[in-house]
């Protein structure tokens, strides 16, 4: 995938004391966006919340196929904000953008590149009585290569159409094999 960086970013990048974090932006219904710095960044005008939060990014290999490409994102202490938008289903087909920010030895941001663009396919919450984990599946947007495109019917796909319609409440309980006519 072709990219352009800056100058300082190219400098940084094959610089051989090179500090990185990822940045991960989560577009739910509300953004999220996190950090596994060691402090709040702020980057493009958007500011990525540290601490706790945020714990694994796996590892992407480019091969320049067409293919559907997958990572796997992980998550520890998750606020009650974040494991809502989860349990409500907020998440499906929702975009997650990571990138990858490179810090000088001050340890100021000198930018960023993208390193991951997709939806969400799947996610997993586990919790016991000392943690809260959660577990995120984002692949390419290959992965909708057959889906049909338009509307779901289901009451949070209303709700993003017009806010307050009760016409979905009850979707997902209706009999599967509805037969019009005789």
Same mark, same amino acid.
Do not use: C
């Given at each position: 995938?072709?990219?352009s960086?800056?100058?300082?970013?190219?400098?940084q =990048? /094959?610089?051989?004391?090179?500090?990185?974090?990822?940045?991960?932006?989560?577009?739910?219904?509300?953004?999220?966006?996190?950090?596994? +710095?060691y402090? #709040? &960044?702020? !980057?493009?005008?958007?500011? !990525?919340?540290?601490g706790g939060?945020?714990?694994?990014?796996?590892?992407?290999?480019?091969?320049?196929?067409?293919?559907?490409?997958? &990572?796997?994102?992980?998550?520890? #202490?998750?606020?009650?904000?974040?494991? /809502?938008?989860?349990q409500?289903?907020?998440?499906?087909?929702k975009? =997650?953008?990571? !990138?990858?920010?490179y810090?000088?030895a001050? *340890?100021t941001? =000198?930018?960023? &590149?993208? !390193?991951?663009?997709?939806?969400?396919?799947?996610?997993?919450?586990s919790?016991? &009585?000392?943690?809260? #984990?959660? /577990?995120?599946?984002?692949?390419?947007?290959?992965?909708? +290569?057959?889906?049909?495109?338009?509307?779901?019917?289901?009451?949070?796909?209303?709700?993003?159409?017009?806010?307050?319609?009760?016409?979905? *409440?009850?979707?997902?309980?209706?009999?599967?094999d =509805?037969?019009?006519?005789?």
């Open positions: 995938m072709p990219r960086l800056s100058t300082a970013l190219q400098s =990048v /094959s610089s051989t004391a090179t500090k990185t974090a990822f940045l991960v932006e989560l577009n739910l219904s509300t953004t999220i966006r996190l950090t596994d +710095w402090s #709040n &960044i702020t !980057y493009d005008s958007n500011s !990525y919340e540290a939060s945020f714990l694994t990014v796996d590892s992407v290999t480019e091969t320049g196929q067409l293919q559907v490409d997958e &990572i796997n994102l992980g998550f520890s #202490n998750i606020t009650d904000q974040v494991r /809502s938008l989860v409500t289903g907020a998440f499906t087909d975009a =997650v953008e990571i !990138y990858i920010a810090f000088d001050n *340890e941001i =000198v930018g960023a &590149i993208n !390193y991951f663009t997709g939806q969400i396919r799947n996610v997993a919450i919790e016991n &009585i000392s943690a809260s #984990n959660l /577990s995120m599946t984002v692949a390419s947007h290959w992965a909708n +290569w057959n889906l049909t495109k338009g509307r779901h019917f289901s009451d949070e796909s209303q709700q993003s159409f017009s806010t307050g319609d009760k016409g979905f *409440e009850y979707a997902t309980q209706v009999k599967s =509805v037969r019009w006519g005789s």
